[in-house]
Antibody
Framework: QVQLVQSGAEVKKPGASVKVSCKASGYTFTSYGISWVRQAPGQGLEWMGWISAYNGNTNYAQKLQGRVTMTTDTSTSTAYMELRSLRSDDTAVYYC?????????WGQGTLVTVSS | DIQMTQSPSTLSASVGDRVTITCRASQSISSWLAWYQQKPGKAPKLLIYKASSLESGVPSRFSGSGSGTEFTLTISSLQPDDFATYYCQQYNSYFVTFGPGTKVDIK
């Protein structure tokens, strides 16, 4: 069965970076891309971007350009999302999901808290 | 970016009610629209893609319709498990965007 398992919760100080991992299983990793979506407390869903697991092509939300980097490691079927220069409004649950257009399987979410 | 709006923002309904949620795009997105259900503390669940295609395993009481800029999600007979927040999402453009969500709660 398809599973996406994310790394654990993180607490970071403003200005720091965070790197969240997403390990995929149950399907051919390079056949699908991985999307990243975040959700601030009590708020809606925000698309962050997408990476092709086939060739590493990326597509980032304009508001995060320059602060976010998405990568994959095909040898371990793992996707990564790094966000730099963290601010308090980056506090959110971060989700990885399979596919770009309409992601069908989602990770369990990783809470990233940015606080001094 | 294409902006998505949803109405209503909150909907109070009873078990057995027919429920309709509307999603509008700021420009035409053809049929490139998906619907998700999200419960508190859980990841979103894909319900509908390409405006009206039901995802495998999703009950048939869920249906989607529309094209261009106006779309609807209909739940034909609301069940206790359906109380949740629903999001539309467009994937017509290079940048994917979600609607703000519609919370369906118990009347």
């Amino acid at each position: 069965q398809v599973q996406l398992v994310q790394s654990g919760a993180e607490v970071k100080k403003p200005g720091a970076s965070v790197k969240v991992s997403c390990k995929a299983s149950g399907y051919t990793f390079t056949s699908y891309g991985i999307s990243w979506v975040r959700q601030a407390p009590g708020q809606g869903l925000e698309w962050m971007g997408w990476i092709s697991a086939y060739n590493g092509n990326t597509n980032y939300a304009q508001k995060l350009q320059g602060r976010v980097t998405m990568t994959t490691d095909t040898s371990t079927s793992t996707a990564y999302m790094e966000l730099r220069s963290l601010r308090s409004d980056d506090t959110a649950v971060y989700y990885c999901a399979r596919g770009r257009d309409y992601p069908d399987y989602w990770g369990q979410g990783t809470l990233v808290t940015v606080s001094s | 970016d294409i902006q998505m709006t949803q109405s209503p923002s909150t909907l109070s309904a009873s078990v057995g009610d027919r429920v309709t949620i509307t999603c509008r795009a700021s420009q035409s997105i053809s049929s490139w629209l998906a619907w998700y259900q999200q419960k508190p503390g859980k990841a979103p669940k894909l319900l509908i893609y390409k405006a009206s295609s039901l995802e495998s395993g999703v009950p048939s009481r869920f249906s989607g319709s529309g094209s261009g800029t106006e779309f609807t999600l209909t739940i034909s007979s609301l069940q206790p498990d359906d109380f949740a927040t629903y999001y539309c999402q467009q994937y017509n453009s290079y940048f994917v965007t979600f609607g703000p969500g519609t919370k369906v709660d118990i009347k």
